[in-house]
């Protein structure tokens, strides 16, 4: 199935893994409600609640480490259902704690466990279609990812107003039903011996300079994100406007990529189009901050929600394409793992740097320092993404397809 022309139907492990994730994070509306559980239930300090909130984000770099590992070592479907069980188990354990000191430790546990599944999932992807269909392929699974958070987002209100330990049983629920649907649904795959004995596709992901230089321009992408969805309540709240409408400002973000889906199949993805994609995905994500730095009504938002959201759909599935075509043999889930921590890092940044910028240059002051941001992702990214793509990346040792 590999080498998919882009007009042809993606291959059926695809669906089955986009359903899945989609499954799964339609439960996964409980981490946002950690802190206030802790301080609601156990009468803990707020600051106790974000440490114990940043304890989880630390934990969840190591176990993407691990995911891309145990998925190169152990095979993908086995570590999915692994950590999604993990995670279940944990979930469950937050909802059942008798004590602050049982959360905090479920905590631990479920952040180690967090993101064992996505770098596996992404690999078998990568291992599923061509070159040609990657982008697609994991454009579709953002977008599934999207709709999905707003279906969880109304599932929260919901059980939220009973009992937010509900909302991690739940959570563990979903969990469960994803990794019974990864088990049965998807095909069973055995890693490539060169995936445990070679040692370029062990020591790679940390020694390729061109996977280093994807990995910064992927957590400076990463932090822009995180600090639109972390600040837009809060700067609409300081515009006079109502907080809540962030929601639908994601919302519109989430349609608009999802309606923006067919313009991937407007022309097959090729080593050219790769540094223009990247470079017109940065230049409209600066856009639609500036207009978030400018806007004063909700209608205006909303324009600058749909620009920045068409940036967003070119450059994820592509950024995780080019990660994957760097990948030597047996070493895939490594390489999208060591990228994906640009995410934990991002994590960690956004709230600090965000509500800093915030207080200190105010609302257009801080859209204004993203939109520069993103000016940089759209110069920086595109050469980055000409070394990796380019003719002299092709005689890189490992790389797929030299005969070196």
């Not at 952040?111 to 392929?137: C, H, K």
């Not at 019974?180 to 060169?194: E, T």
């Not at 204004?368 to 980055?384: E, F, I, K, R």
């Amino acid at each position: 199935m590999r080498g998919l022309p882009g007009g042809q139907r993606l291959p059926r492990t695809v669906w089955i893994l986009i359903a899945a994730r989609a499954v799964n994070r339609l439960g996964a509306f409980s981490l946002p409600f950690l802190a206030v559980l802790i301080t609601t239930r156990y009468d803990a300090a707020p600051a106790t609640a974000g440490l114990v909130v940043a304890v989880f984000g630390l934990a969840t770099i190591p176990s993407r480490l691990a995911g891309g590992r145990l998925a190169d070592r152990i095979g993908r479907r086995r570590t999915m259902v692994v950590g999604l069980v993990g995670c279940a188990v944990a979930q469950a354990g937050v909802a059942a704690a008798p004590n602050l000191t049982a959360v905090v430790g479920f905590a631990v546990v479920l952040g180690l466990a967090f993101e064992l599944y996505e770098p596996p999932s992404q690999a078998m992807i990568a291992d599923t279609v061509g070159q040609a269909a990657r982008v697609r392929a994991y454009s579709l699974l953002n977008a599934a990812l999207a709709v999905s958070g707003l279906a969880a987002g109304a599932l929260a209100a919901g059980l939220g107003r009973w009992d937010l330990r509900w909302l991690f049983v739940a959570d563990a629920a979903t969990c469960l039903l994803c990794a019974l649907v990864v088990h049965r649904a998807l095909p069973a795959d055995r890693p490539k011996a060169g995936g445990r004995g070679d040692g370029r596709a062990v020591a790679a992901p940390w020694r390729d300079r061109t996977l280093l230089a994807m990995l910064c321009t992927g957590t400076l992408f990463a932090l822009v994100y995180l600090q639109i969805t972390l600040m837009l309540p809060l700067a609409l709240a300081h515009r006079g406007l109502e907080p809540a409408d962030a929601g639908l400002l994601l919302a519109v973000s989430a349609l608009a990529i999802v309606a923006g889906q067919p313009l991937l199949r407007l022309q097959r993805p090729s080593v050219r189009s790769a540094p223009v994609a990247f470079a017109l995905g940065g230049t409209l994500l600066a856009a639609g901050l500036a207009g978030y730095a400018v806007a004063d009504s909700l209608g205006a938002h909303i324009v600058a929600t749909v620009v920045w959201s068409l940036g967003d759909l070119l450059l994820v599935g592509r950024a995780l394409a080019v990660v994957a075509d760097l990948a030597p043999p047996g070493g895939t889930g490594r390489y999208l793992a060591a990228y994906g921590t640009a995410w934990g890092i991002a994590a960690v940044a956004a709230p600090l740097s965000g509500t800093q910028l915030l207080d200190h240059a105010g609302v257009t002051g801080m859209w204004s320092v993203m939109a520069g941001l993103c000016v940089v992702l759209a110069v920086v990214q595109p050469a980055v993404v000409q070394a990796a793509t380019g003719p002299r990346a092709c005689c890189r040792p490992g790389r797929r397809g030299c005969a070196g």
